[in-house]
Every structure is written in structure tokens, then in C-alpha cells.
């Protein structure tokens, strides 16, 4: 059975700086890629950024700069380092498996 669980959300002031981490379980995670999706209630789910198995990575216009994907096959992990965040970046943050698979989800919020 297949599982993503995220943990590393919480309450950040504007300028700060959030780990998210996504835990997978499953014999899926070094041969897929890895995402990290944001959605605010009652909008599309948004793609944040992306990892490849291979390591290439991809980022949306709005966090380019601030936001850094990565990988560690070893642990079966992907994180999400967030840094200068804004309010603007509050909402909950899904990791995905090729999307295929999905986490439940774990909220930032940006406010001060």
C-alpha cells in the first residue's frame, strides 16, 4: 500500500523560512518523480515544484528563488525548503507521487 505523508507545516512569519518533508511508503518512490502541489480552498491545486528521479527539478514563476525541491532515495523522502515566505504562499501543501498518489496535506500559513 502506497502512502505520502507530509509533515513541516505551521505558523511563519512573512520572510521566514518552513521545511516540508514528505515521507513515502511503498515500493514507488525512486523510480518517480516527486511533487509538491499548494491549493487554497475552493481554487485548482496549483503545481509548486517538481523533482525527477533523476534529480532535475522545475519550479513555478512564484517561488522560483525561494523555494528548493529535493530528494533523498535512500530515506524515501522529498523535501521542500521554503524560504522568504510570503502570505501570499499561505495554503496547504500536497506532496505527490507522479500524480498518481497523494498526501493528505499540510498547511503553512504566513501571517504575522
Known amino acids: 500500500q502506497v502512502q505520502l505523508v507530509e509533515s513541516g507545516g505551521g505558523l511563519v512569519q512573512p520572510g521566514g523560512s518552513l521545511r516540508l518533508s514528505c515521507a513515502a511508503s511503498?515500493?514507488?518512490?525512486?523510480?518517480?518523480?516527486m511533487g509538491w502541489y499548494r491549493q487554497t480552498p475552493g481554487k485548482e491545486r496549483e503545481l509548486v515544484a517538481h523533482?525527477?528521479?533523476?534529480?532535475?527539478?522545475w519550479y513555478s514563476n512564484f517561488v522560483k528563488g525561494r523555494f528548493t525541491i529535493s530528494r533523498d532515495n535512500a530515506k524515501n523522502t522529498v523535501y521542500l525548503q521554503m524560504n522568504n515566505l510570503k502570505p501570499e504562499d499561505t495554503d496547504v501543501y500536497y506532496c505527490?507521487?507522479?500524480?498518481?498518489?497523494w498526501g493528505k496535506g499540510t498547511l503553512v500559513t504566513v501571517s504575522s
Open positions: 511503498g515500493n514507488i518512490f525512486s523510480s518517480n518523480a
Open positions: 523533482i525527477t528521479s533523476g534529480g532535475t527539478t
Open positions: 505527490t507521487a507522479a500524480g498518481r498518489y
